[in-house]
């Protein structure tokens, strides 16, 4: 189930000059928020891949909302992209429950303009994520077993580069110069 925060501004004003967009398919038009219809068929699709059972509800809504999550239940006062919130494997019905994502449109967008692919594609890639981690799949402790999980998924969904591996190529250190032989 797709919910849309009623406080979600519809038409966002376009991106700050100082988001660089990475080609044309990234522009303006492309940034719009998705309907619900798509990104519930996407769901279906992805929860199937990931052979995760029971109802998903996902909230799309502001970094405010996220940040004010993020600090609630992760102790970290910053916005973030997703959340997962596994259902409570011991309350009665959990096993119709596989439990919520949230996601911020706002940084949605920034990464989907830095990333030079639409609103919509970033948002999946963010659901599949998501998805992994309700699937009881956790990239901060284990051995790289989430991340090889969603690189598969994304060739199998079609999606671009995921989050795990956006990280690790930002992590990466820039290499130096190769330092220019003097002549004698």
Avoid: W
């Amino acid at each position: 189930m797709i919910l849309v925060d009623p406080d979600l501004d519809p038409h966002p004003p376009p991106p700050p000059k100082a988001v660089k967009l990475k080609s044309a398919s990234a522009k303006s038009s492309n940034l719009h928020l998705p309907t619900a219809r798509t990104l519930s068929r996407f769901l279906t699709e992805a929860q199937a891949a990931v052979r995760l059972r029971g109802q998903v509800t996902i909230l799309l809504t502001s970094d405010e909302m996220l940040r004010s999550l993020n600090r609630r239940f992760r102790g970290k006062n910053k916005a973030t992209d997703v959340l997962s919130f596994p259902a409570d494997a011991t309350a009665p019905g959990a096993e119709e429950i596989a439990g919520d994502l949230a996601i911020s449109v706002p940084t949605a967008r920034r990464q989907a303009a830095g990333q030079g692919h639409s609103l919509s594609t970033e948002i999946k890639v963010l659901i599949l994520h998501g998805l992994l981690h309700l699937a009881g799949y956790d990239h901060e402790a284990d051995s790289g077993q989430m991340a090889r999980r969603e690189r598969l998924l994304r060739g199998k969904l079609r999606l671009p580069l995921g989050l795990i591996e956006r990280a690790a190529v930002q992590k990466r250190p820039t290499p130096k110069p190769a330092a220019k032989a003097r002549r004698p």
